[in-house]
């Protein structure tokens, strides 16, 4: 069983994508990740579930207050298998898969919510003047995305969909950024990557990617533009 729409490696990239936002630096996945990941794919365990889980995970390990850097997807193994015995649980019975019509309220106030945030103040960091009105308008353009996302579509298109508004919204923001913010952005993304001497170019320019729509989120307070909740 596996799940549909997307193949092995798509299923890892999301994975992977997922657990380099949350770690912060540089991660390559070993063979006993591989077939972590294989099992949970082969299981039937949706790609969301094992995001939601890893997110879980780090955010349980950073309200404990522990430090040091985790080197293994495995650490999250149990938040998964956690995730998804509660899942299967809760949709006993139901023939709708999350993100269809039978959730489509949830969806429409998540997508709402996300839209307001996004016209909320961008707080003590904001650029000024000229800059701050475009911001406000590049957001706007993005809550205006959000609020025509068709709430019929499946779970997995409609992340795909926030995605691109979030890589579209960020790659603007860089643009208006004043120079030294933009500078201060570079810097913690380089700082958060380190040493990434024998990293293939690709997995630097994904983490690179990742950290900075994290760094730029973080810098003017934009939610996360997912459907996910934690």
Known sequence: ?????????????????????????????????????????????PVDTVVRA?????????????????SSIAYCADAVEEAWEMERRGLVGKAAPPGAGADAPLKKEILASLAERLRSPS??????????????????????????????????????????VEASLVRSVLRILPPEQKDLVESRVASAL?????????????MQRALTRREVRALLGLPRLTLLHG
């Open 1 to 45: 069983m596996t799940e549909a729409g997307l193949d092995e490696e798509a299923y890892a990239t999301r994975i992977e994508d997922a657990f380099i936002a949350e770690r912060g630096t540089p991660f390559l996945l070993s063979p006993k990740d591989w077939t972590l990941i294989r099992g949970w794919r082969d299981g039937g365990i």
């Open 194 to 206: 380190g040493d990434v001497t024998g990293v293939s170019a690709h997995v630097v320019e994904r």
């Open 123 to 164: 707080g003590p960091h904001a650029p000024g003047g000229a800059a701050e009105d475009l911001l406000r308008m590049v957001k706007e353009k993005a809550a205006a995305k959000i609020e025509s996302l068709p709430l019929e579509l499946p779970f997995e298109e409609s992340e795909d969909k926030l995605s691109s």
């Open 54 to 70: 890893v997110r879980e995970a780090f955010e349980r390990r950073r309200a404990r207050g522990q430090a040091g850097k985790i």
